[in-house]
């Protein structure tokens, strides 16, 4: 096979096993807010118990899928995740990546954080505050919800600082 085919191969594989990474976590957190959204329709509104059940088998479901998802990691990436990973974890899986792919997810973590910090949080108060003022009542759980990750996303900036600049 020559160099060009299989660094064709290479990049293929690896853009497609990311793609179905975040489409995994995608899946994830939809089906996640389903079961909370559906669970808070039963013990609130008491109907809706179809609902609930499909969202805790859409959870089994993936699941499953996780499993099969760390098996196609360990065999593209040979690198072994845990089913239920720690930070650690996976932050050794990120330091396995070569030194290019490290950097870009570097950047793109960069910028997703700044982008959340800077513009998406601040949007969300002024949503927020519009949403209060329609309705006529103070949405206090979702200013505090809101701000509690501001100030999580700041927070977690300081072991960083005292790891680096001791």
């Known amino acids: 096979m020559d160099d060009d085919l299989n660094e064709t191969y290479y990049v293929q594989m690896y853009r497609n096993l990311e793609f179905g990474t975040i489409a995994f976590n995608s899946a994830g957190v939809a089906i996640f807010l389903a079961l909370f959204i559906s669970g808070s329709e039963v013990i609130v509104l008491n109907i809706s118990y179809i ?8 959870l089994v479901m993936i699941f499953s899928a996780q499993k099969y998802l760390y098996k196609t990691i360990a065999i593209v990436r040979q690198f072994d995740l845990e089913f239920f990973s720690t ?7 990120v330091n396995s990546y070569d030194e290019g792919e490290r950097q870009a997810n570097l950047e793109q973590s960069f910028r997703i954080l700044f982008q959340l910090n800077q513009y998406v949080l601040p949007g969300l108060y002024f949503l927020i505050a ?9 949405q206090l759980l979702a ?5 509690a990750i501001h100030i999580y996303i700041n927070v977690m900036q300081l072991p960083m600082i005292k790891h680096y600049f001791k």
Do not use: N, Q
């Open 51 to 58: 609902t609930l059940s499909l969202s805790f088998l859409a």
């Open 143 to 147: 200013f505090l919800l809101v701000g």
């Open 130 to 138: 519009i949403f209060s003022l329609l309705t006529g009542e103070i």
């Open 87 to 93: 930070p650690k974890d996976v932050l050794d899986y």
